[in-house]
DNA sequence: GTAAAACATGATATTGATTTTCAATTTCAT
DNA sequence: ATGAAATTGAAAATCAATATCATGTTTTAC
């Protein structure tokens, strides 16, 4: 079992909530996966494992999951939310391809310095950011060289 | 008239659609709003100049006005969407704070050369970005300066 | 060990925003 | 004025997110 289950539990444990069998699968499938899920998603992928499973688990859990800050949310300019997991991943921000849906996680320090100076400037106090670069990745900006 | 209205003219005959009365009605207030609105608060404020219009054609022009490029979504992490105008407005991105709701439209060309640079390095063309900074306010923080 | 209390689960219902449908109306080129 | 095409507002449908609820599990108190 990962470390990354151990904060989750003691998570759970501090709010006197359980680690069940089934907060233990969808952790586990969410924490394997590096791929931005949406609750759907992360879903399809418990009910492989666990038949049993109900949308409903699956939805509180991320919702844990993502209180005990293991995950945060990313908008991709979709409908529908996803969620990516935080453990082995530094804060980033990303290039998303609006032909294939990919997403790049990048990080740059200077723009990060540079946020921080914009946010003293205004006098305001940043908790937290969010920068998406939308765009064609390299794959499919080279399939489509000449835009109609 | 300004000449905003211009542009949504010809964007609408383009398509072969119609100027109509209810259009000009809502984009209008729309662009004499220095605000981030929904579809619901651009509804209300059309409303009151005019007693019969719908919802749905609220959300129709909308939806058309943001097609035109005069206006684009912004999320600034509630659960509906709102709209900026664009004209007399620079690119720009937002401090928004997430006690009071404000969002402080900012722009550092700095930010925009780096943020070009570092989708280059992974071979990626981007033709539009987002990011926002949440955080106090200078109002809020001063209001709120130990947090519990 | 047993009963009560606390928590979790899965199915279903509800919510709230968005989007579509549809019959009635308006627009506009002729 | 006429007819084809577009528009409208009300209502219904959609869809993801969330809440409810009856039933199961644990845990705790005795």
Redesign the pocket.
């Known amino acids: 079992m990962k470390k990354e289950a151990d904060v989750f539990f003691e998570f759970?444990v501090g709010k006197?909530?359980?680690f069940?069998?089934?907060?233990k699968i969808i952790l586990n499938i969410f924490l394997n996966t590096e791929d931005h899920l949406?609750?759907?998603d992360l879903f399809v992928l418990s009910r492989r494992e666990?038949e049993?499973?109900?949308?409903?688990?699956v939805?509180?859990?991320l919702?844990l999951i993502k209180e005990s800050g293991l995950a945060r949310e990313v908008d991709f300019g979709e409908?529908?939310?996803r969620f990516e997991h935080l453990f082995g991943h530094k804060h980033h921000d990303h290039l998303i391809c609006t032909k294939c849906g990919d997403a790049i996680e990048v990080f740059d320090p200077k723009i990060e310095k540079l946020q921080e100076k914009l946010a003293q400037k205004y006098g305001f106090k940043p908790s937290f950011h969010r920068m998406e670069i939308f765009g064609l990745c390299k794959k499919c900006g080279k399939r489509e060289p000449h835009p109609v």
Chains 1, 2 share one sequence.
């Open positions: 759970l006197g909530l359980k069940t069998s089934q907060r949406s609750v759907d666990d049993t499973i109900g949308y409903a688990t939805h509180r859990t919702k409908k529908r939310k």
